[in-house]
T-cell receptor
Framework: EAGVAQSPRYKIIEKRQSVAFWCNPISGHATLYWYQQILGQGPKLLIQFQNNGVVDDSQLPKDRFSAERLKGVDSTLKIQPAKLEDSAVYLC????????????FGPGTRLTVT | AQSVAQPEDQVNVAEGNPLTVKCTYSVSGNPYLFWYVQYPNRGLQFLLKYITGDNLVKGSYGFEAEFNKSQTSFHLKKPSALVSDSALYFCAAWNSGYALNFGKGTSLLVTP
């Protein structure tokens, strides 16, 4: 089966610009996660969706980050405006609802903010 | 609250020698514990998990991990390291209904 797809793989922007990342989960996986991985740290959850509803967005900086999953499949994560500290790898993962501990990760998008 | 600690930023081992990457956890209830590996410019790959049962869990690529409830540890081990095992390793814990909680990672360097 196809894995989790993410694009773009790399993005370089200047601070105060905006950027969007796209994720396509594994077919049939109702739960989708966005994680932020800053260099030297483990991934940290930003937002968790179940179908098109938000389960947890407590660690999403809502003044600049937004995410949507309109049809319960693909998801987009947006940053506007970007700050230097947003430089990180953004990982998307998906899972079955009843096996939420078994998460499959995409290759990630490496964002550099200059 | 739950937390995962990986006390070593880097582990160095010679090829052919056994390796251990340490992980301790603080999780309420019965922990689900995981090890993931990350190669440069790649996503996280699942290695193994502990949910219940035998304390020694076997996973991919010859890796295994030992769950120790009294020491709240879940160390990753391999009897004979390969140069190709060099990568970043993450320990993670899961609590029902929530996302994975990761340690900060340990860089493993296996030298020929």
């Amino acid at each position: 089966e196809a894995g989790v797809a993410q694009s773009p793989r790399y993005k370089i922007i200047e601070k105060r610009q905006s950027v969007a990342f796209w994720c396509n989960p594994i077919s049939g996986h109702a739960t989708l996660y966005w994680y932020q991985q800053i260099l030297g740290q483990g991934p940290k959850l930003l937002i968790q969706f179940q179908n098109n509803g938000v389960v947890d967005d407590s660690q999403l900086p809502k003044d600049r980050f937004s995410a949507e999953r309109l049809k319960g499949v693909d998801s987009t994560l947006k940053i506007q405006p970007a700050k230097l500290e947003d430089s990180a790898v953004y990982l998307c993962a998906s899972s079955l609802v009843r096996r939420a501990y078994e998460q499959y990760f995409g290759p990630g998008t490496r964002l550099t903010v200059t | 609250a739950q937390s995962v600690a990986q006390p070593e930023d880097q582990v160095n081992v010679a090829e052919g020698n056994p390796l251990t990457v340490k992980c301790t956890y603080s999780v309420s209830g019965n922990p689900y514990l995981f090890w993931y590996v990350q190669y440069p410019n790649r996503g996280l790959q699942f290695l193994l998990k502990y949910i219940t049962g035998d304390n020694l869990v076997k996973g991919s690529y010859g890796f295994e991990a030992e769950f120790n409830k009294s020491q709240t540890s879940f160390h990753l081990k391999k009897p004979s390291a390969l140069v190709s095992d060099s990568a970043l390793y993450f320990c993670a814990a899961w609590n029902s209904g929530y996302a994975l909680n990761f340690g900060k990672g340990t860089s493993l360097l296996v030298t020929p």
